[in-house]
Every structure is written in C-alpha cells, then in structure tokens.
C-alpha cells in the first residue's frame, strides 16, 4: 500500500510540473514562431493544460481499463466546473468581460450535449471517436475564426501577452516542451499504475476511481493556473481555462479511449455523470455569459459551484459501498 501510494502522490507531482513545463514550452515556442498571443491562449494552451487527461486516459485505454480513461474526461469537467471555479470565485468574485469567452459558452455546451448524443447507445467505439476528433478540428477553426475577429480588442489578448513568455529563447522553449512531454509520460504511467492498483485494492470500478482521485489530479495544474490567475485579477484567463480544457476533454481525451481499446459505456455515467456535466456547464453559461454587460460569478455561485462538486463527490462514495447482503 505505501508503493501505490507513493506512486500516485509522485505521479500527481510530476503530472502537475510537467503540465506547467509543457504548457510553458509550447507557449513560448508558439509565440516566438509568430503567433498570436490570444491565439496562443485559445489553442496551445488549452490544449497543453488537457495533456496531462489525454495521456492518463491513453494509458488507461493502452493497459485495459478504458473506465478509468472515461471517468477521467468526464470528472475532470465536473472538477473543472465545480471545484476549480468554485474555490476561484470564492477567492475573488470572477468578472469576464471577454467577448470571445461569450461566443465560447455556447460552443462547449454544444460540444457537451453532441458527445453525450453519441454515448446514448451504450457505446464509445472508433466511429464515436472519429466523429469526436471531427468535431476537434471545426471547434479548433471556430476558436482560431473568433480569436481572430475579436483580437484587437478582447481584454483577454491582453491577459495573455502578460502572461506568455517573450524572451525565451526557442532552444529553451523546446527544451522545456520536451522535458514537460517525457514528465508527464512517466507521471501517466505511475499514476494509471496507482490508480489501477487502488481500485483493486478497495474493490471499487476504476470507474469511480477515474471520476474521483485521477480527475481531481489531472484538474490540479487548472486549479493552480485559475486561482493565481483570480488573484492577479486576470479572471478572463482563469474562466478560459475551463472553457477550453472542458472542450478538449470531451473531444480529445474522451475519443482515446475509443480509439485505443473501443468499449462500452457504464450505465451510470448516462444517467449520473453526464447529466451532472451538463446541469454544471449550463449553470456556467448562465453564470458568466452576460447578455447584457459582463459575466460574473460571484462567491455565493462559487459557493453552489463547489457544494454540488463535494455533494457528487459524497455520493459517488455511498454509490461504491457494497452493498451488505438482505439490504
């Protein structure tokens, strides 16, 4: 039990410093090759801060045991909304007032109701995938098309020409984004490994497992980013976080699983998890949206936002007791 354990506390750490490393890397990489910083923020970040998902769920996916991988995509979502914007907003009400993150809303919940269309057969097989991976590349040219249109003037641009590197040498980028990738391989495979040999243990679904200790853990490097983010009043940034990782998780990571070892779908995430996903993301677009000035979420929505993340926490816990025989 101590070696499991020490694998998933290592693995956590390495996931979270490779994801800043990685993410650090291919930012400063991206800017010095000519792009756009607010491009930068929409697609090379968002996706780097899915990295450490996309690799938990392939190995997952890769050492058979792709409940692990769809727990993951899922409960990363729900961590994302519920515990990452929940403790932010409790830290410091979030005001956004980027317009692109408007057009964003109802482009994740689009990508949230389509993903959960496509499960509704019980299924998660390389067509659902491909579909998923089809739907990653319009959203992409989507975010690119916005980014562009509204570059001049979005207050997130700002935000993130502060926060992007400027003068990191591109050999030093490219060292970081390599050492980032090789971290996170290795944190994967520790973590997967601890997980797994957790869920054994105790006799719970790597399920469960997937939704609650290896979601909350590929959501850490969000959590940091978004409270330091509030806290330096780039609430922007902090709430574009979770709108583009929420959007890869569904479309990048959630598709590997299907890809790598094609499976079928626990009846719970139809009727539990997913539906959770979906009431969080559509509080989310009423919170922050904003249709006549700018979104805010206040700390008494932080408040609910994390009471309903520790609520699904607390039941998924009863949900995996067993069940004593003539009860």
Known sequence: MLLVTGAIVLGFALLIWGADRFVLGAAALARNLGVAPLLIGLT???????????????????QGNPGLAIGNAVGSNIANIGLILGVSALAAPLTVQSDVLRREYPLLLLVCFGVYLLLLDGSLDRFDSLVMLAGLVATLFLMVRIGRQRAASDPLKKEFEEEIP????????????????????????????????VATLFGVSDLVIGLTIVAIGTSLPELAASVVSTLKGEDDIAVGNVIGS?????????????????????????????????????????MAWGRKGNGRINRVGGLILLACFLAYQGWLYVDAQPTLPGV
């Open 44 to 62: 090379v970040v968002g996706f780097g801060t899915s990295a450490p998902e996309i690799l938990v769920s392939g190995m997952a996916a890769l």
């Open 246 to 286: 929420n959007i890869y998780n569904m479309l990048a990571v959630l598709s590997v699983p299907g890809l790598l070892a094609p499976t079928g779908v626990d009846p719970t995430v139809l009727s539990r998890d997913l539906p959770l996903m979906l009431a969080l993301t559509v509080a989310l677009l009423f």
């Open 166 to 197: 400027s003068d990191m040498s591109t050999s030093t980028a490219s060292l970081w984004f390599i050492a980032g990738l090789a971290l996170l391989l290795l944190a994967s495979r520790m973590l997967v490994w601890g997980a797994v040999s």
